[in-house]
């Protein structure tokens, strides 16, 4: 079963057996504008809940992305590094930052499930 989860910096994770793959939502890319370049983490790399653990670029800003949970990153999406602007194209596809194993899937609990995620966002306008 996949499951979706959100925070409140606008990251998403989805998970699939134990791993979670990280990006940024779609209201995240639109707010950054065109995105010019991404630094993913290193695969093998210990990380904590909330670290920031990658960057993104764009010609308006410069960004952290957090990891919603902690775990070792398993994966990396190399390719954005020549193609940053798949993080605005398919920022919930092929626009993915990092692949993560879990170490505590219960932090999943604090993170927005959709419906909540939404609402979230409408209270930012």
Known sequence: MTTVKYTEEHEWIRIENGVGTVGITDY?????GDV?????P???RTIAKG???AVVESVKAASDIYTPVSGEVVAANSALADAPGDVNL???GKGWFFMVRLADPSELDGLM???KYDAFVKSLA
């Open 42 to 44: 290193e695969v093998g």
């Open 90 to 92: 398919e920022p919930t």
């Open 36 to 40: 010019v370049f991404v630094e993913v």
């Open 51 to 53: 670290e920031a653990v």
């Open 28 to 32: 995240a890319q639109e707010q950054l």
């Open 113 to 115: 499930d959709q419906a």
